[in-house]
């Protein structure tokens, strides 16, 4: 799986196969014919009103490939770094980290394409949360 390219119908495909959901069962959730279910197999992306459908059917939240992409890949704005003020209340702002992001940058630790430094500096992870993964695994 590549978090940076995501193809949501090959995404889709796998997860059907996985549950071996029939293609009838499929054709009838969806109300369409066999050709409109492989046409969308083949999209790379999908009106999140039928993304939505597929989570309901297979049970899995597709949405979270796009909020892992996000984490990784879109630039921190200043008040998401640490907090911001409300009214005199301080509020600390966390990041979330799916399960996918975690597995995806310890990954690239693991085979080496990547250093804990460069995780670090790459995607703002605090040293700590990082090693914590590490411990995990």
Known sequence: MNI????????????????????????RFFEQTEED???MYHTKSMDTDILLKWCKLLK????RFYTGHLILYSPQSRIDNAFRK?????IFRK???TQEVKDFILEKIK???MTVSDAVERYKI???????WMKKI
């Open 4 to 27: 940076k390219d995501i193809n949501i119908g090959d995404l889709i495909r796998s997860k059907v196969e996985e549950h071996q959901i029939s293609i009838e069962r499929i054709c």
């Open 86 to 90: 409300k009214e005199n209340t301080l």
């Open 37 to 39: 279910i492989e046409k």
């Open 126 to 132: 605090p040293k700590t949360t990082l090693y914590k």
């Open 111 to 113: 085979t080496g394409t």
């Open 60 to 63: 899995f939240d597709f949405f």
């Open 95 to 97: 990041s979330i980290y």
